[in-house]
């Protein structure tokens, strides 16, 4: 794990980072989630976010240089999808299923350069309300 935190690396490290983390995610979905639909929770979102750790640190840099960023991002993407205090679970799902919706659409139909304009706008409603 410590190889993930250095300053720099090379495409070589980034492959074995990706080699340990698909390993580990498949022991840990062996283990946890056991590949019955009544362990599916065990199937968190950081879960799934490690397998995209490689590709990432090829797109990105190190992950000392955008990680935190990511997280801190996403969770206030949730904290401000909240509107319902009667019913916040429902709230939130919506949300998540209306951005999956519009990446789904961004990859059928190269919506890419417009999606990218409404994340920027979002980024701004994000920064104005924090």
Known sequence: MQIKLQFSMTLEQVD????????????????YYQYRVERLPACTLTIHG???LASAIRHCG???????FYMERFCAMLQNSLKSRSQPWSNLNKSLLHVAYLEQLGV???LSDELAQLDDR???QLDMSG
Request: charged content about 30%.
């Open 108 to 110: 059928c139909y190269d």
């Open 50 to 52: 490690l397998l995209h």
């Open 62 to 68: 190190p992950v000392w240089t955008t990680w935190t």
């Open 16 to 31: 074995k980072v990706e080699e340990w983390v698909i390993n580990w995610v498949e022991k840990y979905e062996k283990y």
């Open 122 to 124: 979002m980024t701004d």
